[in-house]
Structures are given as C-alpha cells and as structure tokens.
C-alpha cells in the first residue's frame, strides 16, 4: 500500500472512537489532522502545542504566519504555503507581502527579514546566529524567540508529514486560490 493510501485523511465515518472527542475541535478540520489522526495519542499530545502555536503565541498573527510561510518555503510544502496565503491574507498581509517569504531577505520589510533569516538560520544551520538572535531577541523578546523556534519546528514536523504522504489540499483552499489565485507578478 502506498503512503498516499496507508496515511489518507480519515473520512468521518473512519475516526477512532479514541479521539471522539477531538472531532469538533481543529482534529478533523484539516487533511494533515485527519492524516495525524492514524496515530490517537498523537494527535492528542499535538493538541496543547498546537494551541499554543496557533492559539496563544507570543508572535502577532502576521508574526507567525511570516515564521510559517517561510518554513513552508524552505520544506517545500505547497499545502503549507497555500493553507498559510489564505491566513496571511486573512489576517491583513498582501500578495507582495506574502510572496517575498520566497525571495532573499533584501527583498522584504525589516521585521519580515528578521524572521525569515531566523527561519532560514534554523533550517540550514540548526540553530539562530547571534547577530540575528539579538535582532529576533530586541524584535519580540525572550517568549517570542522561543515561539519562533517552537513555530518552525512545528510546521517543519507537519512538513514532513504533509510531504511524506503526500496530503491533499484540502478543498476549500484549493477554491479559494483558483478564485483568488495569489499575484506572483514580483516573483
């Protein structure tokens, strides 16, 4: 069996009884949750983390989702990205602004090149330079630092997931970016 087929999404009538309660909450509200779902325990120590991650961050919404677009870039993950354009539009960010996460850092805002440079430093040489954790450290403090690194590996472990079983789009983002595409004019 393929890991497309021996992972998929549960369907509804597929849950585990183990996770019952999980179903009206972010479990089973996304293909990568639905896919996590295999795994019971799993997804309920996922839980916590993913509150505090998406929920109760020290980072601003368009903190966190410039730290996730640019993890999503880096791993290579369209159903990142594409889930994460509908957030970053939803929470105020623009086309230009979304797109620059997959540019060099000379081509973004200062705070959005502070982070990615953060992102880029853990990815490539596991672990944030001193130069740019004084500039992370003086941008969002001790708890931010810390919740950018918990964000990157975060969605770096759905990353791996997503890419390893090659997860779905979910549905409506896949309408919502045929009806919306994202401008790459600056890309």
């Keep these: 069996m393929t890991p497309e087929r021996l992972f998929a999404p549960i369907k509804e009538n597929e849950w585990p009884s183990e996770i ?40 601003s919404q368009q903190q966190s989702e410039v730290v996730i677009l640019r993890t999503g870039n880096n791993l ?16 105020g960010m623009n086309d230009h602004r ?11 805002n200062t705070e959005d090149a502070i982070f990615a440079g953060a992102v880029d430093e853990i990815m490539e040489k596991k672990k944030i330079s001193p130069n740019t954790l004084k500039n992370l450290y003086s941008l969002v403090g001790k708890e931010g630092v810390l919740d950018t690194i918990a964000t990157v590996g975060f969605y770096s472990t759905l990353g791996f997931m997503i ?3 090659n997860t779905p789009i979910d549905d409506d983002i896949i309408n919502e ?5 994202i401008s790459e004019e600056n890309l």
Excluded: G
């Design 20 to 59: 019952d309660d999980m179903k009206s909450s972010f479990a089973d509200k996304l293909n990568v949750y639905r896919s996590m779902a295999h795994h019971p325990n799993l997804i309920r120590a996922w839980a916590d983390l993913r509150e505090h991650i998406v929920v109760n961050s020290a980072l």
């Design 76 to 91: 290579q993950v369209d159903y990142e990205w594409y889930h994460h354009v509908s957030r970053a539009r939803a929470c």
């Design 98 to 108: 979304i797109n620059s996460m997959k540019l060099a850092t000379e081509n973004m």
């Design 163 to 165: 890419n390893s079983f």
């Design 177 to 181: 970016m045929i009806n919306q595409p």
